[in-house]
Nanobody, 123 residues
Framework: QLQLVESGGGLVQPGRSLRLSCTSS????????IGWFRQAPGMARERVSC????????GYADSVKGRFTIPRDNDKNTLYLQMNSLKLEDAAVYYC????????????????WGQGTQVTVSS
């Protein structure tokens, strides 16, 4: 059973950068498509970015295009969410999720979820 663990969240000022990590136990991430989602208080969980298992195809929400990237390092069994030029509205709990099929955009398309890591953006 794949288990996902996110790390790297914290408090950051607007305009600064933060890198989140997602790693696994129970199985390696090599054959999984991964999605990063976020959920702010009172809001629905939304997809931020996703990447297929080969790393060749990525997708980004319009709100983060040009600021966030989703590199994966299969040698380290880790996937990242590099967040640059952070804005106040990026504050949320960030989750990584996985499935063995494709890098989907919807919450329901993912079978495995981490516990989330809090990102707070404040001056």
């Amino acid at each position: 059973q794949l288990q996902l663990v996110e790390s790297g969240g914290g408090l950051v000022q607007p305009g600064r950068s933060l890198r989140l990590s997602c790693t696994s136990s129970g199985d390696t991430l090599d054959y999984y498509a991964i999605g990063w989602f976020r959920q702010a208080p009172g809001m629905a969980r939304e997809r931020v970015s996703c990447i297929d298992s080969s790393g060749g195809r990525t997708g980004y929400a319009d709100s983060v295009k040009g600021r966030f990237t989703i590199p994966r390092d299969n040698d380290k069994n880790t996937l990242y969410l590099q967040m640059n030029s952070l804005k106040l509205e990026d504050a949320a709990v960030y989750y990584c999720a996985a499935n063995t099929r494709y890098a989907g955009q919807e919450v329901r398309e993912y079978d495995y979820w981490g516990q989330g890591t809090q990102v707070t953006v404040s001056s």
